[in-house]
């Protein structure tokens, strides 16, 4: 089993940037894919970016490439977004969540989840 707690979340102006990170515990932290969605008022939850157990390998929604950044440090069993030129439009709650399937783009493929930190971007 995988507990995930989200953090960092935050009220900023557009244009500002947030450091999400997402504390895990449990044994197969090292061995989880591990992704970032996010759940707009009034939306579906969508994915924003995801990394492999490795690290070696990261995928990102199109409206955050080359804004967002996804890490993690296995040494201390936690995931990090890097958001950066905020835009009001990517108000929501985050969500990081563990799995072990495929495609890490999908909701299917994660079994773990956290409960969400709110990101909310001011014009």
Known sequence: QVQLVESGGGLVQAGGSLRLSCAASGRTFSSSAM????????????????????????????????????????????????MNSLKPEDTGVYYCAAGLKWPLSELKAYDYWGQGTQVTVSS
């Open 35 to 82: 992704g970032w969605f996010r759940r707009a008022p009034g939306k579906e939850r969508e994915f924003v970016s995801a990394i492999t157990w490795s690290g070696g390998a990261t995928s990102y929604a199109d409206s955050v490439k080359g804004r967002f950044t996804i890490s993690r440090d296995n040494a201390k069993n936690t995931a990090y977004l890097q």
